[in-house]
């Protein structure tokens, strides 16, 4: 399995912070001695290796990213399997907040999804293993954090997933451009797992069947959807603010 390369000063601190035992090594830029980079090292102490090596070198691991002269090579990030959920939801004490992703493939939507999901207090986001974007150096850093303290479970079957929450009590709300109900007028309140679809195509057709009821975001413009992350948000947040009424 191929490292994780983890670039730039704030996902490189926050690898640090957050999920230390993954770093491998740290490779900076050579000759670089400045006030933010010694901060970095002396965070790093003794326990992992720093090798420096030259720009054109560090511009070739990074492959164009913005790497600030800092990487982190790293074991790569594991999604959570689906035991793991049902014992975080046997622990709660407090009502369910989850998220459900339905085929959202690209990188950098799951990273502004978990992003979204941390900052609104989700205990956890669902996918599908087929069709879904895994954990990677990109969704890392579009997350800054949340891919390392929000769990992202990743299930073999999604709609048995869906029917094994129902039993738990936990309400489906699934997202859909042809729903009737707005989601300022739905009620978000209780345990809940929030579905969205991916963009374009919206949910599969045994989610969108596994679903309580269906909302949608209302669109007065000239475009049909948002991006798959700002609805998220826009869900998340109205889901937080009925919950703290």
């Known amino acids: ?23 491998q090594r740290v490779v900076v830029l050579k000759g670089r001695e400045d006030e933010r980079l010694n901060q970095l090292l002396e965070e790093l102490g003794d326990n992992i290796r720093v090798e420096r090596i030259p720009r054109q070198k560090l511009d ?6 913005a790497h600030q002269g800092v990487i982190a090579v790293c074991t790569p990030m594991e999604s959570k399997v689906e035991s793991f959920l049902y014992q975080l939801l046997d622990k709660l004490d407090e009502a369910p907040f989850l998220l459900v992703l339905d085929g ?7 990273g502004a999804c978990l992003r979204t999901a941390d900052a609104a207090g989700v205990h956890a986001v669902i996918a599908p293993k ?43 709300t699934g997202t859909a451009g042809e729903a009737e109900q707005m989601v300022y007028q739905a009620n978000l309140t209780g345990p809940m797992a929030l579905v969205m679809g991916a ?13 309580d009821f269906l909302i949608k975001i209302p669109m007065a413009g000239e475009v ?12 998340l947040f109205e ?6 009424l």
């Open 1 to 23: 399995m191929q490292p994780e390369l983890i670039f730039g000063f704030h996902a490189v601190k926050t690898t640090l912070k957050y999920d230390a035992a993954r770093v």
């Open 60 to 65: 070739e691991m990074a492959q164009g990213g």
């Open 104 to 110: 959202v493939t690209d990188p950098h939507n799951l």
């Open 130 to 172: 087929d069709k879904s974007a895994p954990l990677n150096a990109t969704v890392s850093k579009v997350a800054c954090g949340a891919a390392e303290v929000i769990p992202y479970v990743q299930v073999t079957n999604l709609a048995r997933t869906l029917q094994e929450l129902q039993q738990r009590g936990i309400w489906i």
């Open 199 to 211: 963009e374009g195509k919206g949910m599969r057709r045994l989610t969108r069947e596994g679903c």
């Open 224 to 235: 049909s959807s948002l991006n798959v992350s700002v609805a998220t948000g826009v869900c």
């Open 239 to 244: 889901a937080v603010r009925q919950r703290q």
